[in-house]
Nanobody, 127 residues
Framework: QVQLVESGGGLVQAGGSLRLSCAAS????????MGWFRQAPGKEREFITS????????DYADSVKGRFTTSRDNAKNTVYLQMNSLKPEDTAVYYC????????????????????WGQGTQVTVSS
């Protein structure tokens, strides 16, 4: 079992920034790639970014490239999502997820590729 708890969401004006955190427990966090997804009302959950187990590789959706940055602190079992230049269309519930393929070299983008999910945190960007 892996438990994931997101925090850091909230209400921000367009152009502002937020940093989300995802704290993991229950298994050896350092073995697993992590992903961030979001889901807006009436839309499917979509991939935002992923980071490899070592932190050495990242992957970003085009919609957030250059504005969002993911990182991880394996000593703290935490992955982060720094979101800058936020837009109203970034409004969604944000989820972190764990891919339990040990030491995977593949950055995955599909919801079905991830095994455990957090409960999500709401991000609302006002215009």
């Amino acid at each position: 079992q892996v438990q994931l708890v997101e925090s850091g969401g909230g209400l921000v004006q367009a152009g502002g920034s937020l940093r989300l955190s995802c704290a993991a427990s229950g298994r050896t966090f350092t073995n697993y790639n992590m992903g961030w997804f979001r889901q807006a009302p009436g839309k499917e959950r979509e991939f935002i970014t992923s980071i490899s187990w070592s932190g050495g590789r990242t992957d970003y959706a085009d919609s957030v490239k250059g504005r969002f940055t993911t990182s991880r602190d394996n000593a703290k079992n935490t992955v982060y999502l720094q979101m800058n230049s936020l837009k109203p269309e970034d409004t969604a519930v944000y989820y972190c997820a764990a891919d339990l393929t040990i030491w995977s070299r593949v950055q995955k983008r599909r919801v079905s590729d991830y095994d455990y999910w957090g409960q999500g945190t709401q991000v609302t960007v006002s215009s």
